[in-house]
């Protein structure tokens, strides 16, 4: 065996705008096949995308709650209101704001082993936090795509694309503190031979 295929190989990225994961799931995409493991490669570029897509989305909610002297704390529903409706009115939103902070993406892959991170430099508001808790404990059902909005229509379909591979939801995590949110899927690959195309 390849020294380098049993350490595995890890990537580092700072992304600066959403269209950056097109050339990070070249990239991915690539190590994935070097590996034969194809057939989670919908698996782990549906997270990378999404999970990038709602972290600028993070950051982009903050800036209007910013910029419309709003609080995250007391005017939280009343914002939301209005955000979402900029938002599909104006699709780039704050683009000075948000394209000032970046999104980490890390990756690594090995035989034993697959792990994505995707990290903000924010902390979740609670109800973000509860939203996403209830996403992850739920059973998903056949319309659950269709009634989500935001963040957890991405969620939804990386939780429902697990589930098609037999593999428990506790794969994918998050966890959120002070100046840090961060989502992550790790998968041992060792436990999971059927995954590797002939």
């Known amino acids: ?101 970046p999104v980490y993406l890390e990756f690594h892959i090995s035989n034993k082993e697959l792990y994505l991170l995707v990290k903000t430099d924010i902390q979740m508001h609670q109800e973000e936090e509860r939203v996403v808790t209830d996403l992850l404990k739920r059973r998903i059902e056949e319309n659950d795509l269709m009634e989500s909005e935001g963040g957890g229509i991405g969620i939804h379909m990386i939780l429902a694309i697990l589930e098609n591979l037999n593999l428990n939801r506790s794969c994918f995590s998050f966890h959120t503190e002070p100046e840090k949110t961060s989502f992550s899927l790790s998968l041992v690959l060792s436990d999971l031979p059927s995954f590797r195309s002939e």
């Open 1 to 101: 065996m390849n020294v380098s295929e049993e350490l595995g190989e890890s990537k580092k990225f700072q992304l600066f705008h959403p269209d950056e994961t097109v050339k990070i799931c070249s990239i991915v995409e690539s190590m994935l096949i070097a590996r034969n493991l194809n057939k989670i490669l919908p698996l782990v570029q549906t997270a990378i995308i999404e999970l990038v897509m709602n972290s600028f989305k993070a950051y982009d909610k903050r800036a209007f709650f910013l910029q419309n002297e709003l609080s995250l704390d007391s005017d939280y529903e009343e914002g939301m209101k209005l955000f979402k409706k900029k938002f599909h009115e104006e699709q780039d939103g704050n683009e000075n704001i948000l394209r000032s902070k």
